[in-house]
């Protein structure tokens, strides 16, 4: 990836921090989260975040858009994933995940925080 590549350059105004290797950063606007993430190649969230959040599967829902690179996602059912930029993502909780292939990826995520699976409509759990 070029540095010039506006995707990586920093967000005005947001907080910044890095976990687990992912940059995150987050903008506040109205009663939202608009986050910016960068997985760096090779990240799993069951390598690089489960030791740090203790739970066997990230239990988060994601709601977003992945502008650039390749995500797979894996249920505890063994259902599977797959999302290749530019797609849409919505993701229940209770999934491992991981980059494919040899670019970060970088997603664009919208949240309510503890809120955002009652406020987006979205189920608790991944159910067939």
């Not at 009663?31 to 969230?45: D, M």
């Not at 259902?79 to 670019?103: K, L, S």
């Amino acid at each position: 990836m070029s540095t010039n590549d506006p995707l990586f350059a920093p967000l005005p105004e947001a907080e910044s921090r890095t976990i687990g290797g992912v940059q995150i950063e987050v903008v506040r606007a109205g009663g939202c989260r608009v986050k910016r993430l960068i997985y760096p190649v090779g990240f799993r969230w069951s390598k690089d975040m489960k030791p740090i959040t203790g739970t066997d599967l990230c239990m988060h829902a994601h709601v977003g858009f992945l502008a650039t690179g390749e995500v797979h996602i894996e249920y505890a059912d063994g259902c599977t994933r797959e999302f290749v930029a530019p797609q849409v993502m919505a993701i229940e909780p209770g999934h491992d995940g991981w980059v494919v292939g040899d670019q970060p990826a970088v997603v664009v995520e919208f949240d309510f925080e503890r809120d955002t699976i009652s406020r987006l409509g979205m189920p608790d759990a991944h159910r067939h």
